[in-house]
């Protein structure tokens, strides 16, 4: 039986081990991770948590009561300590209130969801690398020759790694570059993306790479976070100069060889977008497909 579950009744303890049991167990379905991108989220459980849906509740176009994907996440949908079949999937599908006019739903690429006879699908992709038994030789054997050309490039640079930097630095860096040509970001989304980083930090499931140019000037970094296997690249941010020097492609490189064989995949977050694809599949990425389920009323 699936039942809604207000947010202050959901046992975290309980939702989290579900999380934890599913084959395609995810960092955002975390109760402590919507907890920062959806305050007030709710639920759909199947029996004892079985199987478990979060509900991350907006409004679209700012008026009409929906819900929407939480900035900060990529893939959410239905976690299950067993298999899931299309028949629960609808089964869970049918018991979104009906307060919600507009409903999104990103399903994780685990979900079997073609064939759901209500509401529209549209594939999204994913790039990932497997790692479970690679070593850093395949790893960059599966490279592109103008990926393997770049990193040769940034090796001529007197790049120096850092760990132990705040996101701040990450942020402060990716705001006052990339940011500058995205106007939608607000300080919100500034302040999710912060407390994510933080928080993950503290509890030991995301870290932070910085590289520095000769003049200890921080030109690029990445913040990965790290569950189940998967290694997420959850946020990046790259200067001119760290452009010139391609230092994003020497942090993917560090952060892939160093992971080979020791994580189970990295995943690169996306992207639909051609030149991101383009440069993700550079280092030997594939296809991973999730689906994206709208429906009105």
Not at 107 to 134: D, E, Q, W, Y
Not at 196 to 216: C, P, R, W
Not at 219 to 246: N, P, W
Not at 269 to 285: N, T, V
Request: hydrophobic share 40%; proline share 4%; with cysteine.
């Amino acid at each position: 039986m699936i039942r809604l579950v207000k947010n202050a009744d959901v046992d975290t303890q309980e939702w989290d081990l579900t999380i934890h049991l599913d084959r395609h167990a995810l960092v955002y379905g975390l109760s402590w991770y919507l907890d920062i991108v959806s305050n007030g989220w709710d639920a759909l459980i199947c029996d004892d948590y079985r199987a478990v849906m979060p509900l991350t509740p907006g409004k679209f176009r700012r008026v009409i009561p929906s819900l929407i994907r939480p900035y900060g996440t990529q893939q959410l949908g239905i976690f299950s300590r067993e298999e899931v079949s299309t028949q629960l999937a609808s089964e869970f599908l049918e018991k979104i209130p009906a307060r919600y006019v507009y409903k999104e739903v990103y399903f994780n690429a685990g979900n079997p969801v073609i064939g759901l006879s209500k509401g529209t699908l549209t594939p999204r992709t994913n790039l990932i690398v497997p790692l479970s038994n690679a070593t850093p030789e395949s790893v960059r054997s599966r490279y592109t020759q103008n990926t393997r050309r770049n990193l040769a490039k940034a090796a001529r640079y007197p790049h120096q790694v850092f760990y132990n930097d705040s996101p701040d630095v990450l942020i402060r860096l990716f705001a006052s570059n990339k940011g500058r040509e995205l106007p939608h970001l607000t300080a919100k989304h500034y302040a999710t993306l912060r407390q994510i980083m933080f928080v993950a930090l503290h509890k030991k499931l995301g870290y932070q790479i910085t590289l520095y140019d000769e003049s200890n000037t921080a030109v690029a970094g990445i913040f990965l976070l790290e569950y189940r296997g998967r290694v997420v690249f959850f946020f990046s941010a790259t200067s001119d100069y760290g452009k010139q020097t391609h230092a994003l492609t020497f942090l993917i490189d560090h952060i892939l060889t160093l992971k080979a064989g020791l994580a189970d995949i990295f995943d690169f977050e996306g992207s639909d977008i051609p030149g991101l694809r383009r440069f993700y599949e550079g280092f030997g990425a594939r296809e991973e497909i999730y689906y994206r389920w709208r429906k009105w009323f």
